[in-house]
Protein backbone atom coordinates (compact mmCIF):
# COMPACT_ATOMS: atom_id res chain seq x y z
CA UNK A 1 0.00 0.00 0.00
CA UNK A 2 1.11 3.33 -1.16
CA UNK A 3 -0.10 6.80 -0.33
CA UNK A 4 -0.48 9.77 -2.90
CA UNK A 5 -1.60 13.15 -1.13
CA UNK A 6 -4.49 12.60 1.66
CA UNK A 7 -5.58 9.03 -0.45
CA UNK A 8 -4.41 5.92 -0.15
CA UNK A 9 -3.00 3.48 -2.61
CA UNK A 10 -3.99 -0.22 -2.52
CA UNK A 11 -2.02 -2.20 -4.67
CA UNK A 12 -5.50 -4.33 -5.61
CA UNK A 13 -9.45 -3.19 -5.19
CA UNK A 14 -11.66 -5.87 -5.66
CA UNK A 15 -15.73 -4.63 -6.30
CA UNK A 16 -17.96 -7.81 -5.20
CA UNK A 17 -17.25 -10.35 -2.55
CA UNK A 18 -18.92 -13.24 -4.22
CA UNK A 19 -16.64 -16.33 -4.78
CA UNK A 20 -14.78 -14.80 -8.23
CA UNK A 21 -13.65 -11.75 -5.80
CA UNK A 22 -13.15 -13.80 -2.69
CA UNK A 23 -10.58 -15.75 -4.52
CA UNK A 24 -8.74 -13.32 -6.38
CA UNK A 25 -8.64 -11.08 -2.83
CA UNK A 26 -7.94 -14.59 -1.15
CA UNK A 27 -4.44 -15.26 -3.78
CA UNK A 28 -3.40 -11.74 -3.45
CA UNK A 29 -3.53 -11.10 0.16
CA UNK A 30 -2.01 -14.09 0.34
CA UNK A 31 1.46 -13.24 -1.65
CA UNK A 32 1.50 -10.02 0.27
CA UNK A 33 -0.19 -7.45 -1.43
CA UNK A 34 -2.45 -4.75 -0.06
CA UNK A 35 -6.03 -5.50 -0.92
CA UNK A 36 -9.15 -3.88 -0.75
CA UNK A 37 -12.23 -6.02 -1.36
CA UNK A 38 -15.73 -4.26 -1.13
CA UNK A 39 -19.42 -5.40 -1.05
CA UNK A 40 -22.54 -3.79 -1.28
CA UNK A 41 -23.97 -6.41 0.80
CA UNK A 42 -23.29 -7.76 4.47
CA UNK A 43 -22.24 -11.36 4.31
CA UNK A 44 -23.73 -14.05 5.08
CA UNK A 45 -26.43 -12.81 2.47
CA UNK A 46 -28.71 -14.37 0.49
CA UNK A 47 -28.16 -14.76 -3.63
CA UNK A 48 -30.04 -16.21 -5.94
CA UNK A 49 -28.53 -19.38 -7.10
CA UNK A 50 -28.80 -23.53 -7.27
CA UNK A 51 -25.82 -23.81 -5.39
CA UNK A 52 -24.63 -27.02 -7.52
CA UNK A 53 -20.50 -26.93 -7.76
CA UNK A 54 -18.79 -29.83 -10.09
CA UNK A 55 -16.82 -32.28 -8.26
CA UNK A 56 -14.23 -30.60 -10.53
CA UNK A 57 -13.75 -27.83 -7.96
CA UNK A 58 -12.07 -30.22 -6.19
CA UNK A 59 -8.92 -29.38 -8.43
CA UNK A 60 -8.70 -25.86 -7.62
CA UNK A 61 -10.10 -24.97 -4.01
CA UNK A 62 -9.06 -26.58 -0.93
CA UNK A 63 -11.09 -29.22 1.49
CA UNK A 64 -12.25 -26.60 3.95
CA UNK A 65 -15.04 -25.55 1.77
CA UNK A 66 -16.51 -28.95 2.67
CA UNK A 67 -17.26 -28.03 6.01
CA UNK A 68 -20.68 -26.28 3.88
CA UNK A 69 -21.17 -28.70 1.31
CA UNK A 70 -25.07 -29.65 2.05
CA UNK A 71 -25.39 -32.85 -0.20
CA UNK A 72 -22.93 -34.59 -2.16
CA UNK A 73 -24.42 -35.26 -5.28
CA UNK A 74 -23.75 -38.91 -7.56
CA UNK A 75 -26.18 -39.52 -9.79
CA UNK A 76 -28.93 -37.65 -11.90
CA UNK A 77 -32.88 -37.81 -12.18
CA UNK A 78 -33.70 -36.80 -15.97
CA UNK A 79 -37.14 -36.12 -16.44
CA UNK A 80 -39.08 -34.60 -19.60
CA UNK A 81 -41.90 -32.13 -18.56
CA UNK A 82 -42.55 -33.73 -14.95
CA UNK A 83 -42.82 -37.56 -16.81
CA UNK A 84 -40.73 -40.08 -18.60
CA UNK A 85 -37.73 -40.07 -15.17
CA UNK A 86 -34.66 -41.86 -16.34
CA UNK A 87 -32.14 -42.00 -13.43
CA UNK A 88 -28.22 -42.95 -13.26
CA UNK A 89 -26.13 -43.02 -10.79
CA UNK A 90 -22.91 -43.22 -10.34
CA UNK A 91 -20.34 -44.38 -7.65
CA UNK A 92 -18.44 -41.14 -7.05
CA UNK A 93 -19.50 -37.55 -6.82
CA UNK A 94 -20.37 -35.45 -9.42
CA UNK A 95 -21.72 -32.68 -7.77
CA UNK A 96 -21.14 -30.55 -4.50
CA UNK A 97 -24.54 -28.64 -2.97
CA UNK A 98 -24.02 -25.53 -1.42
CA UNK A 99 -26.29 -22.75 0.18
CA UNK A 100 -24.63 -19.66 -1.24
CA UNK A 101 -24.43 -17.50 1.52
CA UNK A 102 -22.67 -19.98 3.95
CA UNK A 103 -20.17 -21.13 0.66
CA UNK A 104 -19.92 -17.33 -0.22
CA UNK A 105 -19.13 -15.82 3.50
CA UNK A 106 -16.45 -19.04 4.23
CA UNK A 107 -14.53 -17.24 1.18
CA UNK A 108 -14.76 -13.96 2.05
CA UNK A 109 -13.86 -14.51 5.57
CA UNK A 110 -10.83 -16.97 4.05
CA UNK A 111 -9.71 -13.67 2.57
CA UNK A 112 -10.28 -11.58 5.46
CA UNK A 113 -8.00 -14.04 7.08
CA UNK A 114 -5.19 -13.58 4.68
CA UNK A 115 -5.03 -9.74 5.11
CA UNK A 116 -7.81 -8.57 2.69
CA UNK A 117 -9.01 -5.20 4.05
CA UNK A 118 -12.85 -5.95 3.93
CA UNK A 119 -15.78 -3.26 3.84
CA UNK A 120 -19.23 -4.56 3.38
CA UNK A 121 -22.46 -2.77 3.15
CA UNK A 122 -20.37 -0.39 0.66
CA UNK A 123 -21.79 0.11 -2.73
CA UNK A 124 -19.70 1.21 -5.93
CA UNK A 125 -21.30 4.11 -7.60
CA UNK A 126 -18.64 4.83 -10.15
CA UNK A 127 -15.17 3.73 -11.39
CA UNK A 128 -12.30 5.93 -13.29
CA UNK A 129 -9.36 5.34 -15.10
CA UNK A 130 -6.48 7.82 -14.28
CA UNK A 131 -3.00 7.81 -16.09
CA UNK A 132 -1.16 5.28 -13.41
CA UNK A 133 -4.31 4.14 -11.43
CA UNK A 134 -7.60 3.66 -10.93
CA UNK A 135 -10.00 5.90 -8.77
CA UNK A 136 -13.27 4.00 -7.27
CA UNK A 137 -16.20 6.40 -5.71
CA UNK A 138 -18.48 4.06 -3.00
CA UNK A 139 -21.47 5.65 -1.30
CA UNK A 140 -18.79 5.98 1.74
CA UNK A 141 -16.11 7.24 -0.13
CA UNK A 142 -13.28 7.40 -3.00
CA UNK A 143 -10.05 4.86 -3.32
CA UNK A 144 -7.44 4.35 -5.28
CA UNK A 145 -6.12 1.27 -6.55
CA UNK A 146 -3.31 0.30 -9.03
CA UNK A 147 -5.27 -2.36 -10.34
CA UNK A 148 -8.60 -3.02 -10.23
CA UNK A 149 -11.30 -6.25 -10.15
CA UNK A 150 -14.35 -6.55 -11.01
CA UNK A 151 -16.17 -9.19 -9.38
CA UNK A 152 -19.62 -7.31 -8.76
CA UNK A 153 -21.64 -10.33 -10.70
CA UNK A 154 -24.17 -10.38 -13.72
CA UNK A 155 -25.24 -6.40 -13.27
CA UNK A 156 -21.52 -5.01 -12.72
CA UNK A 157 -20.48 -1.10 -12.68
CA UNK A 158 -17.20 -2.14 -13.27
CA UNK A 159 -17.95 -3.61 -16.93
CA UNK A 160 -20.75 -0.84 -17.36
CA UNK A 161 -18.28 2.05 -16.80
CA UNK A 162 -14.88 0.71 -17.48
CA UNK A 163 -15.61 -1.79 -20.68
CA UNK A 164 -17.87 0.54 -22.88
CA UNK A 165 -19.40 -0.79 -25.84
CA UNK A 166 -19.24 -4.63 -24.12
CA UNK A 167 -21.86 -7.10 -25.58
CA UNK A 168 -24.15 -8.12 -22.43
CA UNK A 169 -26.44 -11.17 -22.92
CA UNK A 170 -28.12 -11.96 -19.89
CA UNK A 171 -30.89 -14.98 -19.64
CA UNK A 172 -33.51 -14.93 -17.23
CA UNK A 173 -33.38 -17.52 -14.33
CA UNK A 174 -35.71 -17.94 -11.30
CA UNK A 175 -34.91 -19.73 -7.89
CA UNK A 176 -37.19 -20.51 -5.09
CA UNK A 177 -36.30 -22.54 -1.77
CA UNK A 178 -38.36 -24.71 -0.35
CA UNK A 179 -38.42 -25.95 3.52
CA UNK A 180 -38.58 -29.61 4.03
CA UNK A 181 -37.19 -30.77 7.54
CA UNK A 182 -36.37 -33.92 7.84
CA UNK A 183 -38.81 -35.24 5.23
CA UNK A 184 -37.59 -37.45 2.58
CA UNK A 185 -35.43 -35.75 -0.24
CA UNK A 186 -36.81 -35.22 -3.99
CA UNK A 187 -35.93 -36.95 -5.92
CA UNK A 188 -33.53 -38.88 -3.72
CA UNK A 189 -30.88 -38.34 -1.26
CA UNK A 190 -28.14 -37.78 -3.44
CA UNK A 191 -29.65 -37.35 -6.84
CA UNK A 192 -30.69 -34.23 -8.30
CA UNK A 193 -33.41 -33.45 -10.96
CA UNK A 194 -32.94 -32.06 -14.06
CA UNK A 195 -35.76 -31.13 -17.08
CA UNK A 196 -35.03 -30.34 -20.43
CA UNK A 197 -38.64 -30.03 -21.20
CA UNK A 198 -39.97 -28.06 -18.34
CA UNK A 199 -38.84 -24.53 -20.93
CA UNK A 200 -38.47 -24.30 -24.83
CA UNK A 201 -35.00 -22.45 -23.68
CA UNK A 202 -33.43 -24.36 -21.32
CA UNK A 203 -33.96 -26.87 -18.24
CA UNK A 204 -35.69 -26.60 -14.86
CA UNK A 205 -33.99 -28.35 -11.83
CA UNK A 206 -34.53 -29.37 -8.36
CA UNK A 207 -31.03 -29.31 -6.24
CA UNK A 208 -31.82 -31.05 -2.72
CA UNK A 209 -29.95 -29.42 0.38
CA UNK A 210 -29.74 -30.30 4.22
CA UNK A 211 -33.17 -29.52 4.81
CA UNK A 212 -34.69 -27.87 1.53
CA UNK A 213 -34.92 -28.19 -2.36
CA UNK A 214 -33.78 -24.92 -4.13
CA UNK A 215 -36.12 -25.30 -7.34
CA UNK A 216 -35.52 -23.28 -10.35
CA UNK A 217 -35.36 -22.59 -14.04
CA UNK A 218 -33.01 -21.09 -16.45
CA UNK A 219 -33.08 -19.49 -19.46
CA UNK A 220 -30.22 -20.78 -21.92
CA UNK A 221 -31.09 -19.20 -25.14
CA UNK A 222 -32.63 -15.97 -24.86
CA UNK A 223 -36.29 -14.85 -25.69
CA UNK A 224 -38.51 -17.05 -23.15
CA UNK A 225 -41.44 -14.54 -22.49
CA UNK A 226 -42.78 -15.64 -18.99
CA UNK A 227 -40.36 -17.52 -17.22
CA UNK A 228 -42.23 -17.31 -14.41
CA UNK A 229 -45.25 -19.37 -15.89
CA UNK A 230 -42.55 -21.59 -17.07
CA UNK A 231 -41.55 -22.21 -13.47
CA UNK A 232 -45.17 -22.37 -12.21
CA UNK A 233 -45.79 -24.92 -14.86
CA UNK A 234 -42.61 -27.37 -13.84
CA UNK A 235 -43.62 -27.19 -10.46
CA UNK A 236 -47.38 -28.22 -11.49
CA UNK A 237 -46.53 -30.82 -13.42
CA UNK A 238 -43.47 -32.41 -11.36
CA UNK A 239 -45.20 -34.76 -8.97
CA UNK A 240 -42.58 -35.30 -6.77
CA UNK A 241 -43.29 -31.78 -5.25
CA UNK A 242 -47.40 -32.25 -5.29
CA UNK A 243 -46.73 -32.03 -0.93
CA UNK A 244 -45.00 -28.85 -0.64
CA UNK A 245 -46.19 -24.97 -0.88
CA UNK A 246 -43.65 -23.69 -3.49
CA UNK A 247 -42.44 -20.45 -2.53
CA UNK A 248 -42.83 -17.23 -5.23
CA UNK A 249 -39.98 -17.44 -6.87
CA UNK A 250 -36.97 -14.75 -7.13
CA UNK A 251 -35.04 -14.28 -10.96
CA UNK A 252 -31.57 -12.93 -11.30
CA UNK A 253 -30.03 -12.75 -14.70
CA UNK A 254 -27.29 -15.26 -16.08
CA UNK A 255 -24.72 -14.06 -18.08
CA UNK A 256 -24.36 -16.76 -20.40
CA UNK A 257 -21.07 -17.21 -22.17
CA UNK A 258 -22.62 -16.74 -25.96
CA UNK A 259 -20.36 -17.38 -29.16
CA UNK A 260 -21.85 -14.25 -30.89
CA UNK A 261 -19.74 -11.95 -28.28
CA UNK A 262 -16.81 -13.98 -28.80
CA UNK A 263 -16.72 -13.79 -32.13
CA UNK A 264 -16.11 -10.22 -31.42
CA UNK A 265 -13.25 -10.00 -29.81
CA UNK A 266 -12.75 -5.91 -29.35
CA UNK A 267 -16.05 -5.75 -27.21
CA UNK A 268 -15.41 -8.95 -25.25
CA UNK A 269 -11.75 -8.16 -23.52
CA UNK A 270 -11.62 -8.91 -20.11
CA UNK A 271 -8.93 -6.41 -19.67
CA UNK A 272 -8.69 -2.68 -20.10
CA UNK A 273 -5.72 -1.07 -18.45
CA UNK A 274 -5.84 -1.58 -15.44
CA UNK A 275 -8.76 -3.31 -14.89
CA UNK A 276 -9.86 -6.91 -15.36
CA UNK A 277 -13.15 -9.12 -14.96
CA UNK A 278 -13.68 -12.41 -13.14
CA UNK A 279 -16.79 -14.09 -13.21
CA UNK A 280 -20.45 -13.13 -14.07
CA UNK A 281 -18.70 -9.44 -14.54
CA UNK A 282 -17.20 -11.11 -17.15
CA UNK A 283 -19.99 -13.51 -18.04
CA UNK A 284 -18.27 -16.98 -17.72
CA UNK A 285 -20.93 -18.99 -17.40
CA UNK A 286 -21.25 -22.31 -18.90
CA UNK A 287 -23.94 -22.17 -21.86
CA UNK A 288 -25.21 -25.61 -21.50
CA UNK A 289 -26.37 -25.83 -17.64
CA UNK A 290 -25.72 -22.26 -16.36
CA UNK A 291 -22.67 -23.10 -14.28
CA UNK A 292 -21.39 -20.36 -13.23
CA UNK A 293 -19.43 -20.85 -9.73
CA UNK A 294 -16.72 -22.98 -10.88
CA UNK A 295 -15.68 -20.41 -13.80
CA UNK A 296 -15.97 -17.40 -10.71
CA UNK A 297 -13.48 -19.17 -8.38
CA UNK A 298 -10.94 -19.91 -11.30
CA UNK A 299 -10.82 -16.68 -13.02
CA UNK A 300 -10.42 -15.07 -9.68
CA UNK A 301 -7.73 -17.29 -9.47
CA UNK A 302 -6.54 -16.53 -12.98
CA UNK A 303 -6.31 -12.94 -13.07
CA UNK A 304 -4.59 -13.33 -9.47
CA UNK A 305 -2.11 -15.00 -11.02
CA UNK A 306 -1.49 -12.74 -13.75
CA UNK A 307 -1.47 -9.27 -11.26
CA UNK A 308 0.99 -11.09 -9.31
CA UNK A 309 3.10 -12.13 -12.31
CA UNK A 310 3.10 -8.28 -13.49
CA UNK A 311 4.34 -7.42 -9.76
CA UNK A 312 7.47 -9.58 -10.02
CA UNK A 313 7.79 -8.42 -13.53
CA UNK A 314 6.79 -5.38 -14.85
CA UNK A 315 7.20 -6.36 -18.72
CA UNK A 316 4.69 -8.84 -18.17
CA UNK A 317 0.97 -8.04 -19.13
CA UNK A 318 -2.46 -8.28 -17.83
CA UNK A 319 -3.67 -8.99 -21.08
CA UNK A 320 -2.47 -12.64 -20.77
CA UNK A 321 -5.28 -13.21 -17.87
CA UNK A 322 -7.45 -12.84 -21.22
CA UNK A 323 -5.45 -15.50 -23.02
CA UNK A 324 -5.66 -17.62 -20.53
CA UNK A 325 -9.26 -17.69 -19.92
CA UNK A 326 -9.92 -18.05 -23.70
CA UNK A 327 -7.34 -21.17 -23.69
CA UNK A 328 -8.84 -22.75 -20.04
CA UNK A 329 -12.34 -21.53 -20.62
CA UNK A 330 -13.88 -20.05 -23.34
CA UNK A 331 -12.26 -23.15 -25.46
CA UNK A 332 -14.64 -25.58 -23.44
CA UNK A 333 -17.60 -23.02 -23.72
CA UNK A 334 -17.11 -23.33 -27.26
CA UNK A 335 -18.21 -26.64 -27.27
CA UNK A 336 -20.70 -26.58 -24.77
CA UNK A 337 -22.50 -24.47 -26.76
CA UNK A 338 -22.55 -27.50 -29.40
CA UNK A 339 -23.75 -29.87 -26.82
CA UNK A 340 -26.65 -27.13 -25.64
CA UNK A 341 -27.25 -26.24 -29.09
CA UNK A 342 -28.07 -29.91 -29.80
CA UNK A 343 -30.01 -30.53 -26.21
CA UNK A 344 -32.15 -27.47 -26.24
CA UNK A 345 -32.86 -27.57 -30.39
CA UNK A 346 -34.10 -31.23 -29.72
CA UNK A 347 -34.86 -31.71 -26.51
CA UNK A 348 -37.51 -34.43 -26.58
CA UNK A 349 -35.41 -36.80 -28.77
CA UNK A 350 -32.08 -35.88 -26.23
CA UNK A 351 -34.38 -37.64 -23.34
CA UNK A 352 -35.35 -40.07 -25.17
CA UNK A 353 -32.15 -41.46 -26.19
CA UNK A 354 -30.91 -41.08 -23.15
CA UNK A 355 -31.37 -44.58 -21.77
CA UNK A 356 -29.74 -45.64 -24.98
CA UNK A 357 -26.64 -43.66 -24.71
CA UNK A 358 -26.22 -43.82 -20.50
CA UNK A 359 -22.39 -44.16 -21.47
CA UNK A 360 -22.43 -40.99 -22.77
CA UNK A 361 -24.16 -39.23 -20.10
CA UNK A 362 -21.13 -41.04 -18.06
CA UNK A 363 -18.92 -39.64 -19.94
CA UNK A 364 -20.60 -36.26 -19.10
CA UNK A 365 -20.42 -36.91 -15.26
CA UNK A 366 -16.65 -37.44 -15.92
CA UNK A 367 -16.57 -33.48 -17.85
CA UNK A 368 -17.92 -32.72 -14.28
CA UNK A 369 -15.34 -34.98 -12.60
CA UNK A 370 -13.08 -32.87 -13.98
CA UNK A 371 -11.58 -36.17 -15.27
CA UNK A 372 -12.91 -35.28 -19.34
CA UNK A 373 -12.76 -31.54 -20.63
CA UNK A 374 -15.83 -30.51 -22.95
CA UNK A 375 -13.05 -31.11 -25.75
CA UNK A 376 -12.24 -34.71 -25.05
CA UNK A 377 -16.30 -35.65 -24.08
CA UNK A 378 -17.31 -34.42 -27.89
CA UNK A 379 -14.82 -35.95 -29.38
CA UNK A 380 -15.51 -39.31 -27.44
CA UNK A 381 -19.29 -38.85 -27.55
CA UNK A 382 -19.70 -37.98 -31.55
CA UNK A 383 -17.30 -41.42 -32.14
CA UNK A 384 -19.81 -43.31 -30.60
CA UNK A 385 -23.20 -41.86 -31.90
CA UNK A 386 -21.55 -42.20 -35.42
CA UNK A 387 -21.21 -46.25 -34.85
CA UNK A 388 -25.53 -45.47 -34.66
CA UNK A 389 -26.03 -42.61 -37.24
CA UNK A 390 -28.15 -43.90 -39.74
CA UNK A 391 -31.28 -45.11 -36.97
CA UNK A 392 -30.53 -41.78 -35.24
CA UNK A 393 -30.91 -39.55 -37.59
CA UNK A 394 -34.50 -41.66 -39.06
CA UNK A 395 -35.71 -41.07 -35.79
CA UNK A 396 -34.47 -37.47 -35.38
CA UNK A 397 -36.96 -36.64 -38.51
CA UNK A 398 -40.09 -38.46 -36.55
CA UNK A 399 -39.28 -36.88 -33.07
CA UNK A 400 -38.47 -33.23 -34.49
C1 LIG B 1 -31.23 -18.77 -10.54
C2 LIG B 1 -29.75 -19.05 -10.70
C3 LIG B 1 -29.28 -20.31 -10.40
C4 LIG B 1 -27.91 -20.60 -10.54
N1 LIG B 1 -27.47 -21.85 -10.20
C5 LIG B 1 -26.15 -22.13 -10.31
C6 LIG B 1 -25.67 -23.41 -9.91
O1 LIG B 1 -26.40 -24.28 -9.43
N2 LIG B 1 -24.34 -23.67 -10.06
C7 LIG B 1 -23.48 -22.74 -10.57
O2 LIG B 1 -22.28 -23.03 -10.70
N3 LIG B 1 -23.92 -21.50 -10.93
C8 LIG B 1 -25.22 -21.18 -10.80
N4 LIG B 1 -25.66 -19.92 -11.12
C9 LIG B 1 -24.67 -18.92 -11.53
C10 LIG B 1 -23.90 -18.38 -10.32
O3 LIG B 1 -24.83 -17.92 -9.36
C11 LIG B 1 -22.95 -17.25 -10.71
O4 LIG B 1 -22.25 -17.63 -11.86
C12 LIG B 1 -21.98 -16.93 -9.58
O5 LIG B 1 -22.66 -16.39 -8.49
C13 LIG B 1 -20.92 -15.92 -10.06
O6 LIG B 1 -20.11 -15.51 -8.97
P1 LIG B 1 -19.48 -14.04 -8.96
O7 LIG B 1 -18.58 -14.00 -7.79
O8 LIG B 1 -18.96 -13.71 -10.30
O9 LIG B 1 -20.72 -13.05 -8.75
P2 LIG B 1 -21.77 -12.96 -7.56
O10 LIG B 1 -21.89 -14.24 -6.86
O11 LIG B 1 -23.00 -12.36 -8.16
O12 LIG B 1 -21.11 -11.92 -6.55
C14 LIG B 1 -21.05 -10.56 -6.85
C15 LIG B 1 -20.90 -9.78 -5.54
O13 LIG B 1 -20.73 -8.40 -5.91
C16 LIG B 1 -21.49 -7.59 -5.01
N5 LIG B 1 -21.79 -6.36 -5.76
C17 LIG B 1 -22.56 -6.25 -6.87
N6 LIG B 1 -22.59 -4.96 -7.27
C18 LIG B 1 -21.83 -4.27 -6.41
C19 LIG B 1 -21.49 -2.88 -6.29
N7 LIG B 1 -21.90 -1.97 -7.17
N8 LIG B 1 -20.72 -2.50 -5.24
C20 LIG B 1 -20.26 -3.41 -4.34
N9 LIG B 1 -20.55 -4.73 -4.40
C21 LIG B 1 -21.32 -5.15 -5.43
C22 LIG B 1 -22.69 -8.45 -4.68
O14 LIG B 1 -23.26 -8.06 -3.42
C23 LIG B 1 -22.12 -9.86 -4.64
O15 LIG B 1 -21.72 -10.25 -3.34
C24 LIG B 1 -27.01 -19.60 -10.98
C25 LIG B 1 -27.49 -18.32 -11.28
C26 LIG B 1 -28.85 -18.04 -11.13
C27 LIG B 1 -29.33 -16.66 -11.44
Redesign the pocket.
Known sequence: MSTLPNVTVYDALV???????ATAAYQLSRAGLSVLG????THP?Y???????SARIDGILDDDYKSVVEQTIYGIQFSYRGADPFFLDSSSPIAYMVMRDRF?HLLLEKARRAGTEVHED???TACRQLPDCIEVTTDRGRYVTKVLIG?????S?VAQQLFPGRRSRRMA???SEVPIGTAPQYPGTGRALIDIGATPAGYAWI?PKQERLSI?V?DLRGGLASPKKVFDQFVQHEQGLAAWKVPHPTG???PVFSEYCEADRESVGLVRGRALL????GHL?DPLF?????Y?VRSGQLAAESILNQVKDPRYSLAEYEDAVRREIYEEFLVAARVANVVYSYPRFCHHHLPRYQHIVMLYYDVLRGRETYRTFYAKAKSLIKLSLKDLLLEAVSFR
Open positions: VGMGPAGLDKARKVCGGGLDELVADGANVALEFGGHPLVGDAVGEGIYA
